[in-house]
């Protein structure tokens, strides 16, 4: 961790919190793993063993093995520069905890390391730079939220897409590193404190007010803001299905309602990004009910309605959903981050196009 880093942290208030590095959980183990890496040092709570290279771990009747010997519930792995977990690499150290009886994997490593576990998979390292060095920055941000409302008290991240996608060492490249220096210290703030951050994939047009995707009372900084600069996304129009229709059976059916047939679909309610958020439905029994954009999209399936930000056409052989964009819609529009970098703006000015009223602080 950097001076830089470290002079952050200080301004946040959260020194301690920093000095033990952002804690990621990597899985649950549940097979032998094999360590790899110099000068290990592997520490359980009874004694600490030396390893130069390899060493096995095995979870077995609830408890951790090294070369036949039980060593214990938990145990805490460090090494002289980067270890191997099962092949994949982590900058860093390593610790597994027994949680409620599964064993757990996580690790333990400085702020800009994780960022760069981060960047790659969470926008593509061959978009503009200005655009890497905004998502760099939000990625940070979003991980010192984390670090100061962790998800468990074993860890303050996952690795998924629950919070931000991270793999270790095989995710990094060149570019995200360059993004990661180039914006050391980074963070977004609003009003004194760090921003609550937030990203997706294509606005469609327009980004969406964070209360209609989460409930809660807003912020006035995830509002919605008109985008101009996505147009490039493969999705900024979709329609499902690709082809033909869905009859009204099929649409009845998907949405959970069981035998019966769809008659009319109509949007009841409108967001301010124009998503929907209510559908009302008509049957051929005659029934009638409400349905929420998302359920509606939840229950159609994710990936195919990419967005709430669609209508539903009714043709003579049944419905046609048509939409725009893909994500929730909420603060940062990548593919408009990409677009606006290609236009010549910094990422300062995509940031503060995004996240109205917040700015960039740099803490030294
Ligand atoms: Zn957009």
């Known amino acids: 961790m950097g001076l830089a880093a470290l002079a952050l942290t200080f301004m946040l208030g959260a ?25 290990l040092k592997v520490q359980s709570k009874r004694k600490a063993q030396n390893f130069n290279g390899k060493v096995q771990v095995e979870p077995r009747d609830g408890k951790l093995w090294i070369q036949g010997k039980d060593v214990g519930a938990s145990l805490k792995i460090s090494g002289s520069g980067p270890i191997s977990a099962n092949g994949k690499s982590y900058h860093g150290g390593l610790r597994i905890e027994k949680v409620e009886g599964h064993f757990l994997m996580i690790n333990i490593l400085g702020l800009e390391d994780y960022l760069a576990g981060v960047v790659k998979n969470e926008m593509s390292v061959k978009w503009p730079m200005e655009a890497l060095k905004a998502q760099t920055i939000l990625a940070r941000t979003y991980a010192l939220g984390r670090m100061e409302q962790p998800r468990t008290e074993f860890y303050d991240l996952f690795s998924t897409v629950e919070d931000q996608v991270y793999s270790g060492m095989d995710a990094e490249a ?9 914006t050391r210290g980074e963070v977004l703030f609003y009003q004194g404190k760090p921003a609550q951050v937030y990203y997706h994939s294509c606005c469609g047009g327009w980004t969406e007010p964070v209360e209609y ?3 809660g009372s807003g912020n006035p900084y995830l509002t919605a803001v008109k985008c101009d600069y996505c147009q490039d996304c493969p999705y900024y129009f ?5 082809q033909s229709a869905l009859s009204g059976q099929e649409l009845a059916n998907r949405l959970g309602y069981q035998g019966e047939t769809v008659s009319e679909a109509r949007v009841a309610d409108l967001s301010p990004g124009q998503r ?13 009910t409400m349905i929420s ?10 990936e195919v309605i990419r967005s709430t930000l669609f209508k539903v056409e009714k043709v003579p052989e049944g419905f046609i959903v048509f939409g725009s964009g893909s994500g929730h819609g909420v603060g940062l529009c990548q593919w408009g981050a990409k677009g606006m970098a290609e236009a010549g703006k910094s990422c300062q000015q995509i ?5 109205p009223g917040a700015e960039i602080k740099k803490a030294d």
């Open 15 to 39: 020194a301690k919190k920093d000095e033990r590095g952002v804690r990621v959980l990597l899985g649950e183990i549940s097979q032998p793993v094999m360590l790899d890496g110099k000068e």
């Open 213 to 215: 995707v989460w409930g």
């Open 293 to 302: 954009g998302n359920d509606f999209r939840v229950r159609l399936g994710r």
């Open 238 to 242: 979709w329609r499902y299905p690709d």
């Open 351 to 355: 940031l503060e196009y995004y996240f």
């Open 276 to 288: 929907v958020i209510k559908l009302e439905l008509k049957f051929q029994s005659g029934y009638k």
């Open 174 to 182: 060149e570019e995200s590193w360059k993004a990661i220096k180039d």
